[in-house]
């Protein structure tokens, strides 16, 4: 592990480096930054002013943007999304290496919707080692009723720090019509949407309380999600907790998902998905799909599930597609697992409908289900 300390003293940054990191960290190591801007100026580290901060990346051309340079305040209350648009713009626009983009710890910070976009100069480390919290006022959504922070387009990323986003959903779940009869029916924002990125990594932090679906990754390739811990109440409508459409080549790991939908969900388009050592429950369980719904045409192929702990759910491990619709589900491994207090431990519905929309009569045309295995699964006091 590398190590790295910046002492600011006066106007004068030294910068001294031992070793060099090996695999993954070679990219982004671990940074350690003291700060001091003490009037007194006398050379001694207060305390109050010291950032510590974990950053994935060392080399000679590294690049550091805090969002407090930029005017986020980080007390919970200010609307910091301007100061996160000028921070991203810097830290993308920046060339010639590797570039860090730090929310440091011990703050809040108050957002509204945001797409941070790309392509971009440098490889980027996005370091959330604060709190986001999304603001729940549905008018600041109309641009964009379906998202709250966005990624797009941007390759080599990292995200990463330890910190955590909270969406705020209560007011959106009490308007969902699944609670309130009287209430149109309307998709709320994802919390958290990678869409087109490429080489992408997601790892340690906790999404809560999203307005919908807590984390989705779509249209993207060669992605690695790891140490993700996802937390709604059991009855808040349609939070899926990890979301995958039409990505390929995602590896998904060491990750907790309690929500009131999917634990992970896995739609058209996704080829060569591995989840390992999930922890699963409260929720809907681990599925594949739904697939054709509207008489689409959908594919997914090439699923591994291996090592997962689920509990207290409706579902185990199901697949779901809807009648009248095309395509494949195929090789697909459902392995070492272990269910307690599920309802439905094991489950394949190719007559997946919502009843209040349509009928849900029996069609001439199914998605076609190829290459399921079950292997290794332990079911405990399943419940009705």
Request: aromatic share 10%; net charge positive.
């Given at each position: 592990m590398a190590l790295l300390r910046h002492f600011l003293l006066s106007s004068t940054i030294v910068i001294i480096s031992f070793a060099a990191c090996s695999s993954y960290f070679q990219e982004f190591p671990l940074i350690t930054t003291y700060v001091d801007d003490d009037d007194d100026d006398d050379g001694t580290l207060s305390s109050k002013n010291l950032i510590k901060q974990n950053t994935c990346g060392l080399s000679s051309s590294l690049q550091i943007f805090n969002v407090s340079d930029y005017g986020a305040k980080g007390d919970g209350k200010t609307d910091d999304t301007q100061a996160f648009e000028k921070a991203w713009e810097a830290v993308c626009s920046s060339g010639g290496g590797e570039a860090v983009f730090v929310a440091p710890q011990d703050n809040i910070y108050l957002l509204k919707p945001i797409r941070f976009s790309g392509p971009c100069k440098s490889k980027i480390s996005f370091q959330i080692s604060g709190v986001l919290i999304a603001s729940n006022n549905p008018s600041d959504y109309s641009k964009d009723p379906g998202?709250?922070?966005?990624?797009?387009?941007?390759?080599?990323?990292?995200?990463?720090?330890?910190?955590?986003?909270?969406?705020?959903?209560?007011?959106?779940?009490?308007?969902?019509?699944?609670?309130?009869?009287?209430?149109?029916?309307?998709?709320?924002?994802?919390?958290?949407?990678?869409?087109?990125?490429?080489d992408l990594i997601v790892e340690n932090l906790k999404i809560r309380n999203a307005q919908q679906i807590h984390i989705s990754f779509q249209d993207s390739v060669n992605v690695t999600a790891s140490g993700l811990i996802v937390a709604s109440p059991e009855d808040s409508p349609n939070t899926d907790g990890i979301h995958v459409t039409n990505t390929q080549n995602i590896k998904i790991s060491s990750s907790i998902a309690a929500a009131g939908d999917d634990c992970i969900s896995i739609v058209d388009g996704s080829r060569n998905v591995e989840a390992t050592n999930i922890t699963c429950g409260p929720g809907h369980g681990i599925s594949i799909g739904s697939l054709g719904a509207g008489k689409s045409k959908d594919i997914v192929s090439g699923v591994m599930v291996n090592g997962a702990k689920i509990s207290g759910t409706t579902n185990g491990v199901r697949i779901k597609t809807w009648p009248g619709g095309s395509g494949i589900a195929s090789n697909i491994t459902f392995q070492n697992i272990e269910m307690d207090n599920v309802t439905n431990p094991i489950i394949i519905d190719q007559n997946y409908c919502d009843k209040k929309k349509m009928s849900c009569k029996q069609m001439d045309s199914a998605v076609q289900i190829s290459n399921v295995s079950y292997l290794a699964v332990r079911i405990f006091h399943a419940r009705r």
């Open positions: 998202h709250w922070l966005v990624f797009a387009k941007v390759q080599q990323l990292v995200v990463n720090g330890g910190g955590t986003l909270d969406g705020k959903g209560t007011i959106w779940w009490e308007n969902s019509c699944k609670r309130n009869k009287n209430k149109p029916c309307k998709d709320a924002p994802t919390a958290l949407t990678f869409a087109n990125c490429e």
